[in-house]
């Protein structure tokens, strides 16, 4: 079972990237969906996660600049990053929770985004 990150990239401040996970071995569609982010020097963090049902939730730090979506028939999710701040520069993972689970069962490889002020 694979997670794959992409998407990834340098960009400006007040640009945007869309990073794409695309899921193998399994079918994650009753799964819960995600993307952590790391800065260098911190702590992980969950960015933002959707539900099978395609509920969203959000960090506060990103609400009204990021947006999660998937499309199961892909077995993928992704997020939209706009308006971007060198404070999102980190590595970015996406991960899988089984659906009624209370941990993050999967883990992608990891895709840095940089944001240049």
């Known amino acids: 079972v694979q997670l794959q990150a992409s998407g990834g990239g340098l960009v400006q401040a007040g640009g945007s990237l869309r990073l794409s996970c695309a899921g193998s071995g399994r079918v994650f569609a009753d799964d819960r969906m995600g993307w952590y982010r790391q800065a260098p020097g911190k702590q992980r963090e969950l960015v933002a996660h959707?539900?099978?049902?395609?509920?969203?939730l959000y960090v506060d730090s990103v609400k009204g600049r990021f947006t999660i979506s998937r499309d199961n028939a892909a077995n993928s999710v992704y997020l939209q990053m706009n308006s971007l701040e060198p404070e999102d520069t980190a590595v970015y993972y996406c991960v899988a929770q089984f659906r009624g689970g209370d941990k993050w069962n999967y883990w992608g490889q990891g895709t840095l985004v940089t944001v240049s002020s």
């Open positions: 959707i539900s099978s049902g395609n509920t969203p």
